[in-house]
């Protein structure tokens, strides 16, 4: 398995794994998969990457801003999806080392999720990369008409921010 960069050209395959996540009812309050130019605006452009084997895309990672605040510039909202069919081979564990790892050589100091209760492997997957938990919002939002908790994690940097 190889982690790389996104393209414009895994669209294809990034939005239906999305859609396999917003399908699932507990990876977001996204019900419809969004425009390639509407997610682009949307995501940090250092900060997104696909593992891909034999030319497949098995997940993806990328971060998007919090705020347009420059005092939360160094904070960034991570997104992770696995296709229904890599789950539960390491793939998330990989794809989020890497965005660590690149998110820190960009400048980030602070990673943070927000996850589902029910999304039982992402907390697990969260947990194992060093994420702690922070809190829960609860009733948060809503998806098809029901409430909704979120979990809140996050991951500081040792190397950016610790000055």
């Not at 829960?136 to 809503?142: H, L, S």
Request: hydrophobic share 35%; with cysteine; net charge neutral.
């Amino acid at each position: 398995m190889k982690i790389r960069p996104m393209t414009a050209e895994d669209w294809d395959s990034v939005s239906q794994i999305y859609a396999e996540g917003i399908a699932t009812g507990f990876a977001t309050f996204e019900t419809q998969t969004p425009t390639f130019e509407h997610w682009d605006k949307a995501h940090i452009s250092k900060c997104r990457f696909v593992a891909e084997e034999d030319g497949e895309i098995m997940g993806w990672v990328a971060l998007s801003p919090v705020s347009s605040r420059c005092v939360y510039g160094g904070v960034g909202e991570v997104s992770v999806y696995i296709a229904t069919k890599s789950r539960g081979k390491g793939v998330g564990k990989q794809l989020m080392q890497r965005l660590i790892e690149e998110s820190e050589k960009a400048g980030y100091w602070t990673l943070q999720s927000g996850v589902f209760p029910e999304n039982e492997a992402s907390i697990k997957l969260h947990d194992k990369v060093g994420f702690r938990f922070i809190g829960k919002r609860e009733r948060v939002g809503k998806i098809h008409g029901i409430w909704k908790d979120n979990l809140l994690f996050e991951k500081r940097s040792e190397k950016v921010g610790v000055d």
